[in-house]
């Protein structure tokens, strides 16, 4: 079949919901079905069973898709370092640092190797599944970089691609939006208006006749047709591309503060947290904002270096150390190394900033290296362990950086050695697992501590439902697509 491509009029429009819900229909029709993103900007990213990393978001179309996720569906991925430096990955493993303007605007070596790489995987995906469902970046239409674009109507000319493009009306100006879109295509690269096929208007809600007019406007002005209007999907519970997701509750019990770092990766982690009744799941960017929790959460950072520097000079630093024996604190990954006594980094490997001191709430040094740790594991929480009785969890680890523990005791074991430190006394845990929260008995034991911290009873019930609910969402989407006719 031929591939179906979806790009945007701009960021957020709904591009990376709209292709999970594209693999789940066809996946339902029982074909084989891959995601796919030649290139992708993003600090959440996922490990495949062979130990490559990816953008988190096609892991989650994949699994709409019901497939097991491949590098070959995320060929190339940038995770920003600085606001001009990413890091390159290539096929999982990581290349190099470059900056923006070498990667984005400089032809040569650099761009064959993305098309070499790009080329290699839609061969791979074509040989191996029925249907490619791909997915572009930000807007389809960016004259400046266009010459060297690989994602968006760069990939769909590789791909023979249908292209589809989307616009969020919830925003207002859809319509604008795509007469200008059309335009600024047709002035820097007229072959690509032959590829597209339709708009799509996403997340429309009220009445039908009330966008009738506007539906005739462009039936009369506007070459491409409105090939069809999805209906706003309250409550779907899919992750989006590298968006934070509080959970306020209006009444909490437990009030889970994750503070909000300028590089922060794999903020996905805590969402199933707010699976569990009466949890308020909020990010905090600065001392203020902190208040008074009953959890502290640090999360992964791109720049870990950088990130604790900048909680330091903010004070978030020493509002959160106010909170050492009062609540859990719970550092993932970067997090997690931000908790030792040094992060030694001679070569400056993570920033310019160099070796620093760390929070020192745990016994241990972490050491930066060029080689980086990418894996999926199975692990057992040891009997110092505050959360052991959650028994075995899942998860995986992608970071940089070596650890040598002191006194403290490892958080858990695997087959290949320990992972993560415990305090139990101090009620602090570090950890390079991603995914933990996934687990609902770790969330449910997690949470229960914390509520008996408060003096609260434990929770009642069946264990939080979140992949079920990812399920039924897949579901929905599926649903609301097929009724457009025009897949």
Known sequence: MKPIMI???????????????LCRLFANRGLRVAPFKSQNMALN?????????????????????????????NPLLLKPKADDVVQLIVHGKPLRDVSAK???LTPGRLQQLKLD????SIAHLRRHYDLIIAEGAGSCAEPNLRRLDVVNMGAAHLLEARVFIVGDIDRGGVFASFLGALEVMRLTEPSDLARVEGFLIN?????????????????AHCPVPIAGVLPYLADLRLEEEDRVREHRCEHPEVDIAV???????NANDFDFLAEEANVQLRFVRSKDDLGVPDAVMIPGTKNTAWDLDYIRRTGLADAVLQQVGRVPIVGICGGYQMLGHTLHDPDRLESELGTMPGLGLLDLDVTFRPHKTLARRTYTPTRENPFAAAGVVDGYEIHMGDVRYGACSPGFVHDHGVDGAVDPDRMILGTFIHDIFSN????????D???????????????????????????????????????
């Not at 790009?7 to 819900?21: E, F, H």
């Open 440 to 447: 609902p008995r770790f969330t449910r034991v997690f949470v």
């Open 259 to 265: 503070l909000y770092l300028p590089h922060i990766s």
């Open 117 to 120: 790489a790009i080329g290699e």
């Open 102 to 104: 070498e990667y984005f």
């Open 45 to 73: 990213s996922f490990v495949t069973v062979d130990g490559g990393e990816i953008g988190r978001a096609t892991a989650v179309q994949a699994a709409g898709a019901r497939q097991e996720p491949s590098v070959h569906m």
């Open 7 to 21: 790009q945007a009029i701009g960021s957020d429009a709904g591009k990376t919901v709209l292709v999970a819900g």
């Open 203 to 219: 997340k429309f809600r009220g009445d039908p006749d009330v966008l009738q007019p506007g539906l005739a406007f462009m039936t």
């Open 449 to 487: 501590f914390v509520r008996r911290t408060k003096g609260l009873p434990p929770l009642a019930g069946s264990l939080p439902r979140g992949r079920e609910r990812m399920n039924d969402s897949y579901e929905r989407l599926a649903a609301a697509l097929n009724q457009l006719r025009i897949f």
